[in-house]
């Protein structure tokens, strides 16, 4: 009798012949991730326009996804750069899928732990839930302080260290920098 190969096995062999091709980046989610990040850091003395900011977010969110359900993201990269942008959403929906495709980057490439941890605790802001690494701050209003969400005690801060965000105590540091900057 003879037995065909295991699907997982042709699959692993197939992924391991296939690994050896180096795949690129996809420029335009690099070019959406680099825009994202450059609405987020006006220049020294300038505040953010939200409002023209929303626009061009909403854009490039919609473009994340398009590419997204055309299973157009390959690398680490791919899935960090959409993670990122998706992140900036107003939904838990996208807050979610970030945190998943950075789940899948983790596991093509290292050093972006830290995303993953901001999503999940964007992820639980947004639905009312305390975060649960401390990356998350709001306030209410543009002259108002900054506070750091509320904070579900489950997490160390070693697991903190592990996921590459800063300690509980750090994080209040950072509260009060935020301030200082305003």
């Known amino acids: 009798m003879i037995l065909a190969k295991p699907f997982i096995l042709v699959r692993l062999a197939d992924a391991q012949s296939s690994a050896k091709v180096q795949e690129k980046d996809n420029q335009e989610l690099a070019r959406l991730m680099d825009e994202d990040q450059a609405d987020r850091m006006p220049p020294a003395g300038k505040s953010i326009d939200w409002k023209t900011v929303a626009a061009r977010e909403d854009s490039r969110l919609k473009r994340v996804k398009e590419i997204y359900s055309q299973n157009q993201l390959r690398t680490g990269n791919d899935f960090f750069n959409a993670a990122l942008v998706l992140q900036h959403s107003n939904t838990p929906e996208d807050y979610l899928l970030a945190h998943e495709l950075c789940v899948v980057a983790i596991s093509k490439r290292r050093g972006i732990e830290s995303l993953a941890a901001a999503s999940e605790d964007r992820f639980l802001m947004s639905i009312g839930r305390p975060q649960r690494f401390s990356t998350q701050y709001e306030s209410d209003g543009p002259s108002q302080?900054?506070?750091?969400?509320?904070?579900?005690?489950?997490?160390?801060?070693?697991?903190?260290?592990?996921?590459?965000?800063?300690?509980?105590?750090?994080?209040?540091?950072?509260?009060?920098?935020?301030?200082?900057?305003?």
Do not use: C, W
């Not at 697991?159 to 300690?167: G, H, N």
């Open 145 to 182: 302080p900054y506070k750091l969400y509320k904070i579900e005690s489950g997490v160390t801060d070693e697991l903190r260290r592990i996921m590459m965000v800063p300690s509980l105590a750090e994080a209040k540091a950072r509260e009060a920098e935020l301030n200082k900057e305003r």
